[in-house]
């Protein structure tokens, strides 16, 4: 069985996936790109462009993961 995030969103080609652990939570941001041959493929360097997307995937990543650890006080 695999496991499966808590949570997953996307803003442009950064994807940020939350993962619950037993009593924290973390996040991993990849960003999406075609190789040469047209294939999907993901990776966690990031382009100049790119940087703006991941502080809204981080920000957005923090109030979801803070409504989760106040929704369970």
């Avoid at 996307?10 to 009593?23: E, H, P, Y």
């Avoid at 294939?39 to 990031?46: C, I, L, Q, R, V």
Wanted: proline letters at 1%.
């Amino acid at each position: 069985m695999t496991n499966q995030p808590a949570f997953k969103f996307r803003l442009g080609l950064v994807t940020a996936t939350i993962w619950k652990n037993d009593s924290f939570y973390s996040v991993d941001f990849t960003r999406s790109y075609k190789d040469s041959d047209g294939n999907w493929k993901s990776t966690a360097s990031y382009a100049h462009a790119d940087l703006l997307n991941i502080s809204k995937c981080a920000e957005r990543a923090e109030n979801w993961i803070a409504r989760q650890t106040n929704d369970n006080q």
